[in-house]
């Protein structure tokens, strides 16, 4: 099991950039596959990126180019560095560690807020 811990969500205006941090404890994030994930009002939460053990990276198609996630095993943290934002971009944005990079199961943070203003 493993807790994980959200932080560095804000206002920020468009074009802005944040950086959030997704702080693990009780194991390993070497041990999961460590996502992001956003809900934004009115919507479905939605998977942004993925770094796997191996260290290999996957984006969704809104976020290519402008997110990049990160991580730290020294740390035990995931990070996502977002800039240009949008306002599109606002959401909670939730950390999720994955069994698999299907995310079919796994533990989740709590959620940062990330509002972004045009």
């Known amino acids: 099991q493993v807790q994980l811990v959200e932080s560095g969500g804000g206002s920020v205006q468009a074009g802005g950039s944040l950086r959030l941090s997704c702080a693990a404890s009780g194991n390993s994030i070497s041990r999961y596959c460590m996502g992001w994930f956003r809900q934004g009002p009115g919507k479905s939460r939605e998977w942004v990126a993925h770094?796997?053990?191996?260290?290999?990276?996957t984006y969704a198609d809104s976020v290519k180019g402008r997110f990049t996630i990160s991580q730290d095993n020294a740390k035990n943290t995931v990070y996502l560095q977002m800039n240009s934002l949008k306002s599109e971009d606002t959401a909670m944005y939730y950390c999720?560690?994955?069994?698999?990079?299907?995310?079919?199961?796994?533990?989740w943070g709590q959620g940062t807020q990330v509002t972004v203003s045009s």
């Open positions: 770094v796997d053990s191996a260290g290999s990276t």
């Open positions: 999720k560690a994955g069994g698999t990079c299907t995310f079919r199961w796994g533990y």
